[in-house]
């Protein structure tokens, strides 16, 4: 591959990192250019470890046959019990110090990496191994070098102007990977930690501290039924487990019901519901309830099967003017709702023990519901609020709902409404 080629591809690869094209697509395209200047390319898998809650990174394919694997995939977590990564010609490099490593799959004594065998079978004869490290200030978590390799069908392997080609210009192509894979951590912090909603916020420039809009919300909060005793009376390590069964369960039904999560402060969940008719975010918030119930029913039946603690929970919704954005200091912001209307919502949902309801909604919440919405919720009477400077009427479901089925149907058919 001529230099003027090379240089030309170099910029390719500068220029479609910028404009943000996916890494598939990026592997792809300079896989299919590399073809075309006369480069004998037969496969390529480029590999980057990342920061998520899940797995530990990303690879990414291209073959010059097509198949049915997927060109985009998540691996992880790796390490030393992994027999898959101990065996893979990766694994090896990093152990030796190697940043280079070149094979040739005829030889029986390759064939003891993983996928090696499998390569020679598909008809490929050499295999181009690199890893590219990013050094320590370069790193990020786990993100600390990117993994490659390149495999030709020559039976003499790759020529020495292929390989030359091949040092130029994957390190380019392992900066765009990496740049590409910083702004995905970004977006994956930014929605695990502050929330889908508030996470685009920020990402679209609203980081100001004071920067706040005053918007009418549903809101909700939630917390465990005598989560401190139950945490008391298990194995301490049990206990993150516990929380975590029960909060992914609120968390998995306000998200299924189009709501954001605010915060988690121990046991409980501040989310929030909001749409142009609010009306519709009152009852994708009693949506978000119901599936909350059938969650929990799920959780209890698996974690009472394995003898684990289970529990209950307790719902509180209400409607009002709050305020949403960052709040705190320059060094550390919280993006979040504040107002009365949240003081509101969490001390009636503390209300829940004393009327023995797991849902308590306010009068707010119920006034602005359709009639037949309005038909599924009744009076538990009327409450002084603990620092609320004013008595309100509560309100919970028709509790005929948990027995009469032609009732509980009907319910659930105006929820999905």
Not at 113 to 130: V, W
Request: aromatic share 8%.
């Amino acid at each position: 591959m001529e230099l003027a080629t090379r240089v030309g591809l170099m910029n390719w690869l500068v220029s479609q990192g910028l404009t943000g094209l996916p890494e598939n697509d990026l592997i792809r395209g300079f896989c299919e250019r590399c073809c075309a200047a006369g480069l004998d390319l037969s496969r390529a898998l480029v590999a980057i470890d990342t920061l998520h809650p899940i797995f530990e990174g990303r690879g990414f394919r291209w073959n010059d046959i097509e198949g049915n694997e997927s060109d985009r995939f998540e691996y992880g977590p790796t390490g030393e019990n992994d027999e898959g990564w101990r065996q893979s010609i990766f694994y090896h490099m990093l152990a030796n110090g190697h940043d280079e490593m070149r094979l040739d799959l005829a030889d029986p004594d390759v064939l003891r990496f993983s996928r090696m065998p499998e390569l020679l079978e598909r008809g490929h004869k050499h295999l181009l191994g690199l890893v590219h490290r990013f050094g320590e200030t370069g790193a990020l978590g786990q993100m600390d070098c990117l993994y490659s390799y390149w495999v030709t069908r020559r039976a003499d392997g790759f020529e020495d102007k292929e390989l030359e080609a091949l040092r130029d210009l994957v390190p380019v192509l392992g900066l765009v990977v990496k740049s590409a894979q910083q702004v995905d951590i970004v977006r994956t912090l930014g929605r695990v930690y502050l929330g889908r909603d508030a996470s685009e916020r920020v990402l679209h420039g609203k980081i100001s501290r004071g920067v706040t809009e005053q918007i009418k919300a549903v809101l909700w909060f939630s917390d465990l039924r005598g989560s401190t005793g139950i945490a008391e009376s298990i194995e301490p390590d049990e206990i993150i487990p516990f929380l975590n069964d029960y909060a992914q369960a609120a968390i998995d039904a306000v998200h299924d019901s189009g709501g954001d999560v605010l915060k988690l402060i121990g046991d409980g969940v501040l989310a929030m519901f909001t749409a142009e008719n609010l009306s519709q975010a009152k009852r994708a918030a009693l949506r978000a309830e119901h599936r909350f119930r059938l969650n929990m029913i799920a959780l209890n039946a698996s974690r009472g099967a394995e003898g684990r603690a289970v529990t209950s929970a307790y719902v509180g919704l209400h409607v009002g003017e709050v305020f949403y954005g960052n709040i705190g200091h320059d060094d550390r912001l919280d993006f979040t709702v504040v107002g009365p209307a949240v003081n509101e919502v969490s001390r009636i949902a503390s209300m829940c023990g004393s009327v023995d309801r797991e849902l308590l909604v306010s009068a707010a919440f119920r006034d602005g519901l359709d009639t037949a919405g309005r038909h599924y919720l009744v009076s538990t009477g009327r409450f002084a609020l603990r620092g609320i400077g004013r008595a309100q009427d509560l309100y919970t479901l028709e509790p005929a709902i948990a027995t009469d089925e032609v009732l509980a149907g009907q319910y659930e058919r105006y929820l999905k409404s």
